[in-house]
């Protein structure tokens, strides 16, 4: 059954139908993703069957983000840009229907192609992900994600990772 | 009044008509006497200019500090080091995104 991923687009993506696990994961599709992505805050990308094409199966969000460092020990610091800020991309959210068990990992590997394929024009060097609970922690762990600082729902994965899946010989 | 209009990229329909809305909060009356003294001295010409303004500048705080990680420094040295030399995708990523090839358009 192929699939498709599209910008949410409210003329056609019907988003009253769509129903998560997560109360707040369905309202932020039904009430403020259209808002966020009017004001640049956050960009939201729908999956649906090339069938059914109104139909949502699940969504995700992609927005700028920053990784702020420490003062570091000099060794590694040397290959890296002075300022300690550095660009990244936030998946903020990521949620699949109900009706549409396993299509988690489908959503998540959309966001890392697409991160990587904007990382190149925005200078992103990871793809962060806020994890709402546990559950959501070991799907990320499973794929690859390490621990981003010390608390303890996000995670990230450097984009040079999905380089190496998507070009492994690159 | 500071302007609350939100940025429009060039070329984007005009913006609709700024639509306003009532907050109401009831506070200590001691507490409304400091705002009052805080509005003056800070040279606003009324306490909700002065609240707006200050509402608006801790808000896109709030904002911004969920769109920034702070790292101490053994974080920092961890998260430098794996982008510097990034792990190999894992079995589960690569069977993922062989489906994810497989199955989506």
Redesign the interface.
């Known amino acids: 059954?192929?699939?498709?991923?599209e910008p949410l687009d409210s003329a056609r993506h019907d988003r009253t139908g769509f129903c998560c696990t997560s109360a707040a994961l369905t309202a932020y599709l039904q009430k403020q993703a259209r808002k966020d992505a009017?004001?640049?805050?956050a960009a939201t990308f729908i999956m649906i069957e090339?069938a059914d094409p109104s139909r949502i199966v699940g969504y995700y969000t992609l927005?700028?983000?920053?990784?702020?460092?420490?003062?570091?020990?000099a060794e590694?610091?040397r290959?890296?840009p002075r300022y300690?800020r550095?660009p990244a991309t936030?998946l903020g959210r990521l949620a699949r229907s109900k009706d549409f068990p396993g299509t988690g990992?489908?959503l998540?590997?959309?966001a890392?192609?697409r991160a990587y394929a904007q990382a190149g024009g925005s200078g992103s060097?990871?793809i962060?992900a806020e994890a709402k609970d546990e559950w959501a922690l070991g799907f990320y762990h499973?794929?690859?994600f390490?621990q981003?600082?010390?608390?303890g729902n996000?995670v990230?994965l450097?984009m040079?990772?999905i380089g190496?899946?998507?070009a492994p010989s690159g | 009044m500071p302007n609350l209009a939100r940025k429009l990229p060039a070329g984007a329909a005009p913006a609709r008509k700024r639509s306003t809305t009532r907050l109401e909060a009831r506070i200590p009356s001691a507490l409304k006497e400091i705002i009052e003294e805080a509005s003056k001295l800070t040279g606003h010409s009324s306490v909700t200019s002065y609240i707006v303004q200050t509402l608006q500048e801790s808000a896109s705080r709030a904002v911004q500090e969920s769109r920034l990680s702070r790292l101490a420094a053994a974080e920092s040295a961890d998260f430098v080091q794996a982008l510097l030399t990034p792990a190999a995708p894992t079995q589960a990523l690569q069977s993922a995104f062989a489906r994810y090839r497989d199955q989506v358009r």
């Open positions: 059954m192929p699939y498709r991923f009017e004001r640049h805050l090339e927005s700028n983000y920053t990784v702020e460092l420490a003062e570091l020990p590694p610091a290959r890296l300690p550095l936030l990992q489908l998540l590997m959309d890392l192609a060097l990871a962060v499973k794929y690859g390490q981003l600082g010390a608390e996000r990230f450097p040079k990772v190496r899946l998507i």
